[in-house]
Nanobody, 127 residues
Framework: QVQLVESGGGLVQPGGPLRLSCAAS????????IGWFRQAPGKEREGVPC????????YYADSVKGRFTISRENTKNTVYLQMNRLKPGDTAVYYC????????????????????WGRGTQVTVSS
């Protein structure tokens, strides 16, 4: 099973940037997408963006469109999440995850589709 390790979390002031990294031990051919999710205390896990393995197509939650950018570096099996104009509401533990199947008509940011997860990295946006 693929091992995923997130890094780059920390404390940042509102309006500031932060970049998260997700390093995968390997990305087998059956991985169809890599996604970033977040979970704040008392809230459900939320899909943030994901990126398709086959064509690089990206999908974003409305709450982060225009502020967050997901990208990949295939040679390093690494996916990045560039977060700009951060808000206190972005405070959460951020996880990366992989999915090994297609999603058909489902929203590709549906967490139940994903079957390999990292341990997460804390992002705190506060002054």
């Amino acid at each position: 099973q693929v091992q995923l390790v997130e890094s780059g979390g920390g404390l940042v002031q509102p309006g500031g940037p932060l970049r998260l990294s997700c390093a995968a031990s390997e990305l087998t051919l059956d991985v169809t997408a890599i996604g970033w999710f977040r979970q704040a205390p008392g809230k459900e896990r939320e899909g943030v963006p994901c990126i398709s393995r086959s064509d690089g197509k990206t999908y974003y939650a409305d709450s982060v469109k225009g502020r967050f950018t997901i990208s990949r570096e295939n040679t390093k099996n690494t996916v990045y999440l560039q977060m700009n104009r951060l808000k206190p509401g972005d405070t959460a533990v951020y996880y990366c995850a992989t999915v090994h199947r297609g999603w058909g008509q489902l929203n590709p940011l549906t967490s139940g589709l994903y079957d390999s997860w990292g341990r997460g990295t804390q992002v705190t946006v506060s002054s």
